[in-house]
């Protein structure tokens, strides 16, 4: 059998080697191939049993003197719990061990007081924040030996100090005339972050041309509270009023967490038009139309009389003209 595979020829020896080289290099080839493949395996094994984050929640914005839930959701894909570390600004202030007793462990951070009792291995409670309460947060999980994967993720969260009262606008009228000036300002009490303002006419964003901006006051106290005000300056047209009223309105917002308006509405004070009189007409009359109702009313109680005079005059001067007349025929007799 081996002796039928052996060159048999002159050309048969000299094609021998050519043909074992490309076994050779098929060989490799292959081989190059399987540890690839190996390789891929050991990587998506890895990555299949590895530790995954699948939520991190830390809100954007958070009310002074609350308490607040960061939570660390995450999927151990058959993994052992090693820890959970809480950081907040690179600072690590929450640790839980599963193994450790007790589990929780805290440390020092300004502006960070944690409530160990109510706090686990997927989420910190974080109690009456203040305004140093403001960061970077992270959340850290890792495997237990001999793996040790760890995956983090991290949240943004601003504590914000909400106005004492809602805005108040200054500076307005309670009547206008069309063509007057309006010049009012809204101001909404110290915050932090600085309260977002904006002006509506009659339930529409007011024109920006309308819109007088002023730079926001801070207070020198230690918390540096902000103070915004807006003003409003434009002149009345027909259009503005609706149904004889002019209903400004200021909102003020701070994200989601703060939405308070204050709204004040404004009577049109149309000038007084002079009655129409009859003398313009006639020159002959004052009188308004219920006078003349009424003078109407009165002709057949009136007239009657002044008609019986001029009757009265009329018999007397006929009989003094017959006295007349005799009294020239006796004369005249004599």
Wanted: proline share 6%; with cysteine.
């Amino acid at each position: 059998m081996y002796e039928q595979q052996l060159p048999v020829s002159i050309a048969d020896w000299f094609a021998f080697p050519m043909v074992m080289h490309a076994t050779t290099a098929s060989c490799k080839k292959h081989g190059v191939l399987i540890l690839w493949i190996i390789f891929l395996l050991s990587i998506i094994e890895d990555y299949a049993l590895a530790i995954k984050l699948t939520e991190v929640r830390v809100p954007k914005h958070a009310i002074r003197g609350q308490d607040v839930k960061l939570e660390c959701h995450y999927d151990m894909e058959g993994e052992a719990l090693y820890s959970v570390k809480w950081y907040k600004d690179g600072r690590e202030f929450y640790r839980y061990v599963p193994r450790d007793d007790p589990p929780q462990q805290t440390f020092p951070v300004e502006g960070i007081t944690v409530n160990v009792q109510n706090s686990t291995n997927s989420h910190v409670m974080l109690e009456s924040i203040n305004l140093f309460s403001s960061g970077k947060y992270r959340c850290e999980a890792s495997a237990e030996a001999p793996s040790f994967q760890t995956v983090a993720e991290n949240g943004e969260m601003m504590v914000v100090v909400l106005p004492e009262s809602d805005p108040v606008i200054s500076g307005g009228r309670l009547r206008y005339q069309i063509g007057d000036l309006v010049r009012i300002n809204c101001t909404s009490p110290r915050s932090k972050p600085a309260v977002q303002l904006a002006w509506y006419i009659n339930s529409e964003l007011a024109d920006p041309a309308y819109v007088q901006h002023y730079p926001t006051i801070v207070s020198l106290a230690p918390d540096h509270l902000e103070t915004s005000i807006l003003g409003l300056e434009f002149r009345i047209k027909p259009k503005h009023f609706r149904r004889g009223d002019l209903k400004l309105k200021c909102l003020a917002t701070i994200s989601t967490v703060y939405w308070k308006s204050n709204e004040e509405s404004m009577e049109s004070d149309r000038p007084q038009k002079a009655p129409i009189l009859e003398s313009r007409k006639s020159g002959l009359s004052t009188a308004s139309r219920a006078d003349r109702v009424q003078a109407n009313n009165g002709v057949s109680s009136h007239q009657v009389p002044a008609q019986t005079s001029l009757a009265t005059i009329i018999i007397l001067l006929s009989v003094w003209f017959t006295l007349l007349n005799t009294v020239q025929i006796c004369f005249s007799a004599r």
